[in-house]
């Protein structure tokens, strides 16, 4: 299997949705779209097998991948789609209150720079209720950028490790992000994100304004946040119309072409493979979590 079909938990999601369980997941035959990107789905740098097929999220991106070249690519939707099939309807939780912040993030090969003091005060001059930051892993283990954000007196949270190199996956990475979405009346970013959009689909109000940051070799091939802006600008400030931002992540997300778990099984090369109760002795598949893993501080 691809090491980023499993960052986020991706593929145990796919594993539970096709029926699988909380098993470690089988291997994906193909590379699936790991997160939301105005390219062809694939992630610049990560080494593929040029016959394996992209897996890919929305029918914009199939059209993008095939305009560069790419014939084996298939639409499923993002695997955060199938996860809202799994989570319809979580019992009720207390309504929900504040606004859920994601700062623009880098990751083990490329760090951000920008001032997080400025951002700070924009969002506290900005946000009506009370916030929580969500910090993405590399961030939070900064312990002089995370104590800017508690400083703020905002709640400071991380939803865990990605994973690497087939290890340190979170299996439960997107449902703690999902719960946490559902606890907020708004998400908002300085870049439109994935993030976004699962904030959308999960019933957020979405806003994304504030100074985008800069990410060190940024690859700039197709447009970058230049672009983003241009093509998606109704998504972009502190207020956004609902209506227009959720029919725009249902396209994004691919919500419209998610699978059947019999559909899903046949694409990832899972059909042969036998549902849950057929494997009541598979252990649960947590992932090697490192010591100073930020969930555990």
Request: with cysteine.
């Amino acid at each position: 299997m691809h090491h980023a079909n499993h960052f986020y938990g991706h593929a145990h999601v796919l594993a539970r949705y096709a029926g699988l369980g909380d098993r470690h997941p089988p291997r994906i035959n193909g590379y699936v779209q790991h997160g939301w990107n105005i390219g062809d789905g694939l992630a610049p740098g990560h080494p593929y097998a040029e016959r394996a097929p992209s897996l890919l999220w929305s029918e914009q991106t199939r059209r993008r991948a095939w305009s560069v070249g790419r014939r084996n690519v298939v639409v499923i939707g993002a695997p955060f789609a199938y996860l809202l099939a799994l989570r319809p309807e979580d019992p009720p939780a207390e309504e929900r209150e504040g606004t859920i912040w994601y700062p623009f993030h880098g990751w083990e090969g490329q760090h951000v720079k920008g001032d997080h003091r400025k951002l700070i005060a924009l969002i506290q001059d900005t946000e009506p209720g009370p916030v929580t930051v969500c910090l993405y892993w590399h961030e939070y283990r900064m312990r002089s950028v995370r104590r800017l954000y508690e400083r703020a007196g905002f709640r400071v949270i991380c939803h865990g490790y990605r994973g690497h190199w087939w290890k340190d996956t979170d299996p439960e990475f997107l449902d703690k992000q999902l719960t946490e979405l559902r606890r907020h009346r708004r998400v908002a970013s300085n870049r439109l994100t994935s993030a976004i959009f699962y904030g959308i689909a999960a019933g957020c109000e979405p806003a994304v304004y504030g100074d985008p940051m800069i990410l060190s070799n940024e690859d700039p091939t197709f447009g970058g946040t230049a672009r983003i802006r241009r093509q998606w600008p109704q998504l972009h400030g502190t207020e956004v119309d609902r209506p227009t931002a959720v029919e725009i992540a249902r396209a994004e997300l691919g919500t419209d072409h998610r699978c059947t778990p019999a559909e899903l099984r046949e694409l990832l090369g899972w059909a042969n493979l036998q549902e849950e109760e057929d494997h009541s002795d598979d252990s649960l598949c947590d992932g090697i979590r490192r010591p100073d893993h930020p969930a555990r501080r």
